[in-house]
């Protein structure tokens, strides 16, 4: 299964048509961390804290904007981000590639998401501070909740449904794009 999502990567070649293109003082980066069991391919995101950041309270993937001493590396933003946020080992993820730019709609930030394979189950261990849960599920059975979920909540499509909170923005964005990428292998 891993050298087949690799392929598909190996093949993949962003678009960062429709992207705005900003200096790095807008830009951020996360990692998608997708996990593998039985042939199955997993999916695993957070719900940030209530009480910081521009996305309170929203389902999303581990990630942020981009530090000085990231020296410019979005790759290494994502990673630092995750190992910031849920503790995951930068060492225990395998980057499978790097998805299309996309832009947040209110903020406008230009972010870069990492495709990373990371082992399960896994000892996440979430910064308090910035994250109030981390989720885990199937990426199909994701994928599968956009019809009830876009009809349940009053927001722009596409929208998906994890442990009853609505994922949409940017994050649902981000896991259409990739559904694209992995559709073989789904």
Known sequence: MLEKIQNLFSNYRPDSAGTKSLSLQYRAAVLVPLY?????????????????????????????????????????????EAEEELRIDPAHVRIMGKMSDRNTVVSGILVTPFVGIIPFPYNFTPDPGEIQGVHTTGLNALIR????????????????????????????????????????VL
């Open 36 to 80: 593998v069991v039985d042939e199955e391919m997993g999916i695993v995101l957070i719900r940030r804290s209530d009480e910081i950041g521009l996305h309170r309270g929203q389902m999303g993937f581990p990630g942020g904007m981009v530090d000085p001493g990231d020296n410019g590396d979005l790759r290494g933003t994502a990673l630092r």
């Open 145 to 184: 909740t956009s019809k009830k979920a876009e009809g349940a909540f009053d927001l722009p499509p596409p929208v998906y449904l994890l442990d009853g909170q609505p994922v949409w923005g940017l994050t649902a964005r981000i896991i259409t794009d990739l559904a694209g990428v992995l559709r073989p």
